[in-house]
């Protein structure tokens, strides 16, 4: 069917940078919104930044001016370039997309990644 790989997590110091990747492959008609979100121990899992088919995008005041969401069609991936790295940005990243398949055009699901660690130290 579909699939999300999210990659790029890691360990990174205070202010320095990493980029998230995540690609969608299988039965694909198009991608519409695709979401970056996360969620630190104890937390509730929140949306971080989001880029619709059209490109426009949104980001949580937290993020603003730190990390730019993109995304590159022809490779069905987006990706979060995170600068400026803070502590308080240490969670697990996922990505969810709202996608239509090539088997159920009319209808659009919604599909999680499992995840990528972002562990920043002070």
């Known amino acids: 069917q579909v699939q999300l790989v999210e990659s790029g997590g890691g360990l990174v110091q205070a202010g320095g940078s990493l980029r998230l990747s995540c690609a969608a492959s299988?039965?694909?008609?198009?991608?519409?919104?695709v979401g970056w979100y996360r969620q630190a121990p104890g937390n509730q899992r929140e949306l971080v930044a989001r880029?619709?088919?059209?490109?426009?995008?949104n980001y949580v005041d937290s993020v603003k001016g730190r990390f730019t969401i993109s995304r590159d069609n022809a490779k069905n991936t987006v990706y979060l370039q995170m600068n400026s790295l803070k502590p308080e940005d240490t969670a697990v990243y996922y990505c969810?997309?709202?996608?239509?398949?090539?088997?159920?055009?009319?209808?659009?699901?919604?599909?999680w990644g499992q995840g990528t660690q972002v562990t920043v130290s002070s």
């Open positions: 880029i619709i088919s059209g490109g426009s995008t």
């Open positions: 969810n997309a709202v996608i239509r398949r090539l088997d159920a055009l009319t209808t659009s699901f919604s599909y």
């Open positions: 299988g039965s694909i008609f198009s991608i519409d919104t």
